[in-house]
Nanobody
Framework: QVQLVESGGGSVQAGGSLRLSCAAS?????KAWFRQGPGKEREGVAV???????NYADSVKGRFTISQDNAQNTLYLQMNSLKPEDSAMYYC??????????????????WGQGTQVTVSS
């Protein structure tokens, strides 16, 4: 069983930065960030595996960085150059499955409660 608790969301102007954190308990092979805006499908943003390999959605490449602190079992998402279209509820997710860096929500069994990110123009 894996439990996930996100923090760090908020409101920021376009071009600004935010850092999301996700405190995890239990082992997982892949951890990821997803987001879901109003009326939109849940979208995979970034994933990292237990070896530190990463994968990103094209829409955030070069702007977002996923990382983890294995000692603290904490996942991070550094978001720079934020755009209004980045506004969404952001969710931390984890899977014990050893799939290769999945960005599909169906690959993840464990989810946090979400943290809201709002970017104003």
């Amino acid at each position: 069983q894996v439990q996930l608790v996100e923090s760090g969301g908020g409101s920021v102007q376009a071009g600004g930065s935010l850092r999301l954190s996700c405190a995890a308990s239990g082992f997982s092979y892949n951890k990821a960030w997803f987001r879901q805006g109003p009326g939109k499908e849940r979208e995979g943003v970034a994933v990292i595996d237990s070896d530190g390999r990463t994968n990103y959605a094209d829409s955030v490449k070069g702007r977002f960085t996923i990382s983890q602190d294995n000692a603290q079992n904490t996942l991070y998402l550094q978001m720079n150059s934020l755009k209004p279209e980045d506004s969404a509820m952001y969710y931390c997710a984890a899977t014990q499955g050893r799939w290769y860096l999945p960005l599909y929500w169906g690959s993840y069994a464990y989810w946090g409660q979400g943290t809201q990110v709002t970017v104003s123009s």
